[in-house]
Antibody, heavy 120, light 107 residues
Framework: QVQLQESGPGLVKPSETLSLTCTVS????????WSWIRQPAGKGLEWIGR???????NYNPSLKSRVTMSVDTSKNQFSLKLSSVTAADTAVYYC??????????????WGQGTLVTVSS | VIWMTQSPSLLSASTGDRVTISCRMS??????LAWYQQKPGKAPELLIY???TLQSGVPSRFSGSGSGTDFTLTISCLQSEDFATYYC?????????FGQGTKVEIK
């Protein structure tokens, strides 16, 4: 079955760029949208954005100026970069596959999540 | 941005109870709503999409209803494994947004 696994540094310094990769196993990354979602400790979920395997993206306007997503179909991976991070970006970051039903799409399969702490 | 009001934020219940969680939208979203369950230290898992369609493998004691601005998640007979936090999420328009969550705890 399809599984997602996030990877990347667990500690990032303020003002630097957070970089995470999600590796998709058990299935092809092609022909799906893929998404990033984060969750600060003890708080709710915040959608960061989504990317199609063609490279087409939709970002949350609240983060858009700092977010870049990319996809590498040859490696079955997609990635997140968040620039100029502050302590407010400390969170568990989840990657997720986006499923579709009718004209709607929603995260239907999530990775286990990875904690990223922003601290000097 | 579509704002979501999820209630209650905390629900105390006993095994076997019927519980209901509400999610209200700041504007109509047709049926573009999903529900997730999250257990401590784990990723959310999809329960329901399109407001009322049960994700494959999810027990039938879970059900969803509603359209437009008012939605409900019902657990017909609470089991021990159902004590968790539940989130609604709208995918009608960007940015996708989530409710604040409802923690279902043991009474």
């Amino acid at each position: 079955q399809v599984q997602l696994q996030e990877s990347g540094p667990g500690l990032v310094k303020p003002s630097e760029t957070l970089s995470l990769t999600c590796t998709v196993s058990g299935g092809s990354i092609s022909s799906y949208y893929w998404s990033w979602i984060r969750q600060p400790a003890g708080k709710g979920l915040e959608w960061i954005g989504r990317i199609y395997t063609s490279g087409s993206t939709n970002y949350n306007p609240s983060l858009k100026s700092r977010v870049t997503m990319s996809v590498d179909t040859s490696k079955n991976q997609f990635s997140l970069k968040l620039s100029s991070v502050t302590a407010a970006d400390t969170a568990v970051y989840y990657c997720a596959r986006v499923g579709t039903y009718g004209s709607g799409s929603y995260p239907d399969l999530w990775g286990q999540g990875t904690l990223v702490t922003v601290s000097s | 941005v579509i704002w979501m009001t999820q209630s209650p934020s905390l629900l105390s219940a006993s095994t076997g109870d019927r519980v209901t969680i509400s999610c209200r939208m700041s504007q109509g979203i047709s049926s573009y709503l999903a529900w997730y369950q999250q257990k401590p230290g784990k990723a959310p898992e999809l329960l329901i999409y399109a407001a009322s369609t049960l994700q494959s493998g999810v027990p039938s004691r879970f059900s969803g209803s509603g359209s437009g601005t008012d939605f409900t998640l019902t657990i017909s007979c609470l089991q021990s494994e159902d004590f968790a936090t539940y989130y609604c999420q709208q995918y009608y328009s960007f940015p996708w947004t989530f409710g604040q969550g409802t923690k279902v705890e043991i009474k």
